[in-house]
T-cell receptor, first 114, second 112 residues
Framework: GAVVSQHPSRVICKSGTSVKIECRSLDFQATTMFWYRQFPKQSLMLMAT?????????EQGVEKDKFLINHASLTLSTLTVTSAHPEDSSFYIC??????????FGSGTRLTVV | GDSVTQMEGPVTLSEEAFLTINCTYTATGYPSLFWYVQYPGEGLQLLLKATKADDKGSNKGFEATYRKETTSFHLEKGSVQVSDSAVYFCALRENTGNQFYFGTGTSLTVIP
């Protein structure tokens, strides 16, 4: 079946530094990848949609300069949290797939900014 | 807009108890409905789904029926096990789009 690998699973970083999260489709080509964020006791919220080879589409309220998304190939999308602050601490999860073939979620990344 | 409302947790049950997690939705079109499960330390996994009204999704003893008249997709299991302890998410996806809308998740703990 379709497998999506997300790395790292956990990361702790200092305030002001940047963190990159990778989302890879291991056995299929993903034309679309979604990035979600989950605050404690809240639902998964869509941050942005990325299509291979084009700029990501960000949801309202998501700072595109802070959450940089790159989808340079059909198997890899990256989310970079720039100048991270404690309020960016959250659970980030990606989903990859193609229309009519379904979408598979990654295992998520727990980011803690100290 | 589309949304999913899910019963709040946490839920604690004894082994072999009956489980119901309520989920209702609001959608402008004809969505597909999903239940995802997140085991401790792992990512989301699809548990079951239903793509049209009156469909019943089932997997691992869990069931949910797509009820259009009550806009609901309640998750049930007749006899829970300790290994069912996880967070359960109800979600919908419009058939015309790719975006998922998730509920807040319900944490289930099953005690021996």
């Amino acid at each position: 079946g379709a497998v999506v690998s997300q790395h790292p699973s956990r990361v702790i970083c200092k305030s002001g530094t940047s963190v990159k999260i990778e989302c890879r489709s291991l056995d299929f080509q993903a034309t679309t990848m979604f990035w979600y964020r989950q605050f404690p006791k809240q639902s998964l919220m869509l941050m942005a949609t990325s299509n291979e080879g084009s700029k990501a589409t960000y949801e309202q309220g998501v700072e595109k300069d802070k959450f940089l998304i790159n989808h340079a190939s059909l198997t890899l999308s990256t989310l970079t949290v720039t100048s991270a602050h404690p309020e960016d601490s959250s659970f980030y999860i990606c989903s990859a797939g193609r229309p009519n073939y379904g979408y598979t979620f990654g295992s998520g990344t727990r980011l803690t900014v100290v | 807009g589309d949304s999913v409302t899910q019963m709040e947790g946490p839920v604690t049950l004894s082994e072999e108890a009956f489980l119901t997690i309520n989920c209702t939705y609001t959608a402008t079109g004809y969505p597909s409905l999903f239940w995802y499960v997140q085991y401790p330390g792992e990512g989301l996994q699809l548990l079951l789904k239903a793509t049209k009204a009156d469909d019943k999704g089932s997997n691992k003893g869990f069931e949910a029926t797509y009820r259009k008249e009550t806009t609901s997709f309640h998750l049930e299991k007749g006899s829970v096990q300790v290994s069912d302890s996880a967070v359960y998410f109800c979600a919908l996806r419009e058939n015309t789009g790719n975006q998922f809308y998730f509920g807040t998740g319900t944490s289930l703990t099953v005690i021996p």
